[in-house]
Structure formats: C-alpha cells, structure tokens
C-alpha cells in the first residue's frame, strides 16, 4: 500500500515537473530591460524587408499559389527553374546601407513553403534547385559585412507541407467541412510543429548572432490557425533561447501573452497616431512595398515616388515608429532597377538629413507642428526637426516657441535661418525666415536647436 502511494505520489510530482517544463514562463523583463534590448532597433528606425522565394519566377505576387489556387505539381516548375545567376548579396546589402537602411529581414521561408537555406529537414530547399546555393548564408555574410543588423522572416503558414493542413488561406482550400475532413485525413499538424521548431532551431544556431524574427502568421478562427496549431509559445521559448537579444514581432498570436511579441506591425497603411494597448505607448514598425505586392510583381505599375517613400519615413518617426521598406528581386537575383532608383533617392535625402530620422522619436506634446509639416525629435539632443513637406513661401511660424528656441538651420548645408518674435497679440509666436527658393532637397528639414 505505502509503496503504491509513494509511486502514485512521485507519478503526479514527475507530471508536475513535466507540464511546470513545457509551460516554462517566457524570459521575464521589466519595461526598462525591454527598452534596452529594443534600443538599437527604435534608435536604427529605417530597415529593409526583402521578399524573395520562388515566386519571382512567375513575378505575379508571392501569393500566386493561392490565388491561382495551384496544387504542389503545378508550382513545380519553378523549383526546378530557379537559378538566380546574378545574385550578389554585397551588392544588395550596399544598397541598402546607402539608403540608410540600419537592419534587415530576409524571407528564409514564405508562405510556398520553399526554403532558401540547407534545411536537414526538407528537399524543397535552394541546394536542391539549379541555384545549388545557401542563400541564407551569403545574405548574412554580406549584410553583415555592410554593419546592418541581419534578421529573419519565417512563415508559419506552409502551403508545400505534407503535414500541413489544409485552411482557408491555402491553395487547395475547400467550401465544406467534408471536403476539408478528406483532405487533411493523415496530415498531422504534430509533425509539422516539429518542423518549425527544428528549423527556426537550425536558423537561429547555424548562421550567428541573429537579431530579428518575424513569424508571420495567424488566423484564427473557422479553418485557420492560431497560436495552438503552430506551439506559438513553444517557438518563443525556443526563440528567445537561442538568442536572448532577438527582437520578434507580434503574428503568433501571443498578443495577451507576457512577454510574447516585441513590436507590433501595421502592414501598408499609415497609423493615425503612435499605437498604443492597454493605453500605453508600444515599439511599433510599419512595413511597405514599393508597389503593393511583396514578391517581384513584372507588371505593377503602382510605384510610390521617392517622395512618398521619403515622407513615409518621416511620418512613421514623428509617431515613434519605424519602417521596414520591402524590395522583391527578381529571379535573376537583382533589384529591380525602380526600386534602385527610389532606394537612391532615399539615400540622397537621408545623407544629408538622418539627423532627423535616427535617435529620433515623437516630438514631446506641446510643439505643434505648422501645417504640411511633420515634427520629429531627439531627446538627447534636445533638438526639433521640422520637416516641410510643402515648402511654404517666405516664413514660418512656430506657434508657441518664442522662448524655446537657441538656433535653428536647414539640416542639409547647415545654414542659419534668422528669427524674430510674432507682433503683438503672438509674442509667444516664433518667426522664421525662409528663402524663397526652395532648397534642392527632396524634403527641405529644419533644425531647431532648442534651449
Ligand atoms: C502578409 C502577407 C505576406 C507578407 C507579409 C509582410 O502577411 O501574407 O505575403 O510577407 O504580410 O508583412
């Protein structure tokens, strides 16, 4: 009896011990050490997305599979085509870099399911194809070797994967709950949790220090996916284990988890005002295409101007955010020449005035911006940018910041802008004297040094 209630005891204390393991907590941290691990990123505020994966070849949208609902046998070809014979990763790295670009996040698996690294576990992988290539390898190097901040997007979703099961987002998806039973009958979604725990496990040992994540991502709900189907939690640990500094962004599905997202990511719109939850301020990003889709797309024509792109940088800064602007090679493995273009003129602009985008952030309540300007500020600096998106005809005035100001000048050739106090009844007001001429600057800025 005694030794039946001792085995019986050491049973239940083992399953605790057991079920205490995997529910281990995620890393703990107070604000501040979050703050601290993040501060690279919020200081870089500019990085670059690149989409690239099969889908170059047919250059229609890294979503064709889906939308042109092709099984595995179909998408095929593309595999067995792929053979990137331009591609030189230094290039793109100093493409980046001379735009300004501090860190970058490069697709090692989208939602095809093809993997530009040599996974043990899989065939459907860049060694496999013409290209014969670790790809992820030399993009680290490379990107590494311009001083950006290398990361990764890994893609949940998985439309080649045996054990994947069928959803309402996959190419073959179903319009009845019997024709989805008959599809996912012996998928097991089990396996293919093991699968992103080896390969994120693979991703995040084999290539060095590795400094963001995305996982991208959920849709619960009827035939979707939430952070269940995936061990969202278990990926986290497994993640922040790896490597403890890693910044990961928040498609999980962990948003009521502590601890289970960094920084969320408003994709292709512009938010009203610094996000917030639970009525504090969050790091955020804003990711964006140069023309709607991800992947390389041959025939888009909506192509933002550098302009657009410029303001949206600004933008994102002056609510305390950051933007990670995507390119799509093509599969020749090159930028396409539109988005080397706009990527110079961003650089033009940001060589002479990253002052206003780095260590920048949200100016503090009580400056208001004139209109068709957006404010940006750098607290250590304790300095205003005011950038001027339409340049305004002879002066500007600075409402309220008559006794704030030591000096201001244009950002790109430092040259001074004379001041003088509002007339009676705007004492408080401050006057700016502008040139006439608008400066040969995209978006001229104003420095305001204050006191
Ligand atoms: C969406 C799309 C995807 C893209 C991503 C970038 O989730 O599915 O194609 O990679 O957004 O944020």
Redesign the pocket.
């Known amino acids: 009896m005694k030794t039946r209630i001792t085995a019986a005891v050491l049973l239940v204390t083992g399953l605790l011990i057991i079920s205490q393991s995997t529910q281990a907590q995620l890393p703990k941290e107070t604000e501040a050490q979050k703050a601290q691990r993040m501060k690279w990123w919020t200081d870089a505020r500019f990085g670059m997305?690149i989409?690239w994966g099969l889908y170059a070849l047919p250059a229609r949208h890294?979503?064709v599979k889906n939308h042109e609902r092709l099984t595995n046998e179909a998408y095929q070809k593309y595999f067995e085509l792929f053979n990137p014979d331009l591609f030189d990763p230094h290039e793109w790295a100093k493409m980046a870099r001379a735009a300004g670009m501090k860190y970058v996040v490069l697709?090692a698996k989208?939602?095809e399911g093809f993997c530009m690294w040599d996974s043990k576990f899989t065939d459907y992988k860049a060694t496999n194809t013409p290209c014969g290539k670790d790809l992820i390898r030399e993009y680290v190097d490379a990107f590494r070797a311009e001083g950006l901040k290398v990361g990764f997007?890994y893609?949940l979703?998985d439309w080649h994967h045996p054990d994947y099961t069928i959803d309402r987002v996959h190419p073959l998806r179903q319009s009845s709950d019997s024709a989805y039973a008959r599809l996912n009958k012996g998928r097991d979604m089990s396996r293919y949790r093991e699968y992103i725990k080896n390969q994120v496990r693979e991703l995040l040992t084999n290539y060095g220090e590795i400094s963001i994540i995305?996982f991208?991502?959920s849709f619960p709900g009827k035939n979707g996916k939430d952070h269940n189907d995936w061990d969202s939690e278990g990926i986290l640990k497994l993640a922040r284990s790896l490597q403890p500094g890693i910044i990961v962004d928040d498609?999980l599905d962990l948003q009521d988890v502590e601890g289970g997202w960094d920084f969320t990511?408003p994709?292709q719109y512009k938010v009203s005002k610094w996000p917030e939850v639970n009525g504090r301020r969050v790091p955020w990003e804003t990711?964006q295409t140069f023309s709607g889709s991800?992947?390389y797309y041959r025939d888009e024509t909506s192509w933002k101007s550098p302009a657009q792109l410029i303001e949206l940088l600004i933008e994102s800064v002056s609510k305390g955010g950051n933007l990670l602007l995507?390119v799509g090679p093509t599969a020749r493995g090159v930028f396409d020449y539109r988005a080397q273009e706009r990527l110079k003129s961003i650089g033009e602009w940001m060589r002479f005035n990253s002052r206003s985008i780095y260590n920048c952030t949200e100016a503090p309540s009580g400056f208001t911006a004139p209109d068709n300007t957006l404010l940006t500020y750098n607290p250590s600096a304790r300095r205003l940018y005011v950038h001027l998106l339409d340049y305004p005809m002879g002066s500007l005035t600075l409402t309220d910041m008559a006794d704030k100001v030591k000096y201001v000048q244009f950002l790109h050739d430092a040259s001074e802008i004379q001041f003088s106090r509002g007339e009676e009844g705007n004492r408080n007001d401050l006057i700016l004297e502008l040139p006439i001429l608008k400066p040969n600057v995209e978006i001229p800025v104003l420095e305001v040094y204050l006191k």
């Open positions: 997305f989409h890294e979503w697709t989208h939602h997007y893609s979703i995305w991208d991502f498609r990511t994709e990711c991800w992947g995507n």
